[in-house]
């Protein structure tokens, strides 16, 4: 996979404001597929001992939901944590790991927010700008806006409200757990964001690309702790 740089990689809170405000104009909320036949799911791992952050990223064949690529990527964190930056925090090893691909996706989602961010630019808005792909933020946890509890049932839905408008969906994707915080990424609707999340969750809280991800980026979040605490050592196995 290949992506535009369209701006480095900033440790400054200041240049990185900047770079949201130039790029949040060229966010497309809206739909440029019919079909999604590869979707991805990206996660990310950080380090207990050190600065050390690590990505994973899977690809599914829909709707089967069969692994069909994954790649994995290390990096040192060098950006401080902000809340609604951490795109700046998690972009470089996500692009170092999504450009490790051998199938492109045709679509990605992320445990991050989308358009339900201060600058309506959230990580896989920003993200999917970069990679010129349609993305979805599926973020565990609210940035903004205010909602009401969807219903503790499968797939109950609520409107994410920010400002007096409507930025995502709160999705019950099992019962008797916390929902996910659903938005539009770039290059998708919010309608068939959420539409994509029930369709390829299964029986978990996340959707299967981004579950099989987070399992993968903190296996190797746990390898690299185990090694760091003098354990021994233990090798990664190669993925993709």
Known sequence: MKFTRLHGWPTDIKE???????????????????EYRLIAGADTAYSKKDDSIFAAVV???????????????????SFSYQAGYSVFREGPVLIKALQRLQMAP????????????????????????????????????RLVGEHDDPENTLNATKPLLYKGKQVGSVIRT?????????????????????????????????????????????KMRR??????????????????
Request: glycine share 6%; hydrophobic share 35%.
């Open 16 to 34: 990185a404001t900047r770079i949201q405000d130039n790029l949040r104009h060229f966010i497309e909320l809206k739909s440029s597929k019919k």
């Open 59 to 77: 690809v599914m064949r829909f709707p089967e939901l069969v692994t069909v690529d994954r790649t994995r990527a290390q990096s040192m964190v």
């Open 106 to 141: 045709d679509v990605i989602m992320f445990d991050a927010n989308g358009e339900a961010h201060e600058k309506s630019i959230g990580m896989a808005s920003h993200l999917g700008l970069l990679l010129d792909l349609p993305s979805i933020g599926c973020a565990k946890k």
């Open 174 to 218: 099992r019962v008797d757990v916390k929902p996910l915080y659903i938005s539009a990424g770039h290059k998708i609707d919010l309608e068939s964001a959420v539409e994509l999340v029930c369709a390829t969750t299964r029986g978990y809280r996340l959707p299967e690309p981004m579950r099989v991800a987070h399992i993968l980026s903190n």
């Open 223 to 240: 390898n690299h702790d185990s090694r760091q605490s003098g354990s021994g050592p233990r090798r990664y196995r190669r993925f993709g």
